[in-house]
């Protein structure tokens, strides 16, 4: 017996379908990429200056920070919480400060922040829909 889902109810399921694989998938690029900056504190990558000892101030305090905050907003994605959006826009802004604002000292990662803002737009973009769609059938 198959039970046959009515064109919103599709349109729902896709949306959440959706919603879910983007958050998954992010989750699992700020893991790793957390991974990588953890790497790079306790000096395991041969990089010049990639030892938390060798590093500039600078790095010094951005690199431990989002060290912690990539792997956490990761986890909150792939639980699909509120909250790893929320932590993950932050370290959006944080870098957007970073590598916009003071080029000279981070660098620039134009690539890094373009996946932010496209992923952040993406999961906008699908919790937009998603509201549209529940204020329409609260409006039945």
Not at 21 to 49: K, Q, T
């Amino acid at each position: 017996m198959t039970i046959e889902l009515s064109g919103e109810s599709r349109a729902e399921s896709l949306n959440r379908r959706l919603t879910v694989w983007l958050c998954r998938l992010a989750g699992l690029c700020l893991f790793c990429v957390g991974v990588f900056y953890w790497v790079r504190l306790i000096g395991v990558e041969p990089a010049r200056l990639g030892r938390f000892d060798l590093m500039p101030l600078w790095w010094r305090i951005a690199a431990p920070a989002l060290a912690v905050l990539y792997p956490v907003a990761g986890i909150g994605l792939w639980m699909t919480a509120g909250w790893g959006a929320v932590i993950w826009a932050l370290i959006a802004i944080v870098e957007g400060v970073m590598h916009l604002g003071f080029p000279a000292l981070f660098g620039e990662n134009l690539l890094g922040l373009a996946a932010h803002a496209w992923g952040l737009g993406m999961l906008a973009a699908l919790r937009v829909v998603d509201w549209r769609e529940s204020g329409r059938r609260r409006g039945r």
